[in-house]
């Protein structure tokens, strides 16, 4: 499942070059996780604008087209934006030169700078239009996002802050989502592990100083998966790639049995939440 980190580096593959491009045409496949909540023909015309991230959302804000050539006027551009999530299998290409569509090709976006491609085999992914960020739709899907992880703002007190607030297992509570974005299993599992937080812990229960240091890992872990993505998934042709590495150098993650790397103890898996969790008993405390 493409992860906060997978979603960063697609978005950086794609803002440069997407940054004034000029949509010609847009085509849906089958249908996706949400209607497009607009005929896909509306969008011609307009003009991308910076691609954001929010969570694991992309934003691509379309300016309606201000020239004043009737052939545009008539595309009937209208503006607004579209939120895209990749959902499980979903990858995204920029494409100089698009082949015909394929059977899991369901939304494409042509543009005078390349075709952007969904490519989604289990459709769970999704592209809605939406007349800002801030209004219904897009509004409505981001508004239980927690903080993101790298926002200054978005202090070791303000974490500790939302924790004490929250009695659920502290894996748990990281892979809700509504405290903080970003970290999906494996990011959690690791995250927990450099803390040397058990993930049993009632998240009301962490200290501070723990909070901080839980902060700092989740931030180095994805900072280290960005990395890794960065250098591995160049040419956005395989949205999985990019877990496969960072797992090859996991501490925990996917290391049942094994020794733990800090102190060499059995590493064990438990599930919670449905979701089976990684930890070193010795090194990770209540
Ligand atoms: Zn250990």
Redesign the pocket.
Known sequence: MPELPEVEVTRRGIAAPLLGARVLAARLGKPLRWPLGRPAAVLAGATVGEVARRGKYLWLPLHAATSRDPAEARGGAEGGGLLLHLGMSGSLALLPVAPAPGPHDHFDLVTDRGTLRLNDPRRFGAVVWSPSLHEAPAATLLQRLGAEPFDPAFTPAALHAALQRRRAPIKAVLLAGDVVVGAGNIYACEALFQAGIHPGLRSDRISRPRAARLLAALRGTLARALEVGGSTLRDFTDAHGVSGVFQAEAAVYGRAGLG??????A?RRVVQAQRSTYF?P???RR
């Open positions: 733990c790397r800090q102190c060499g103890g590493v070193c010795s090194c990770q």
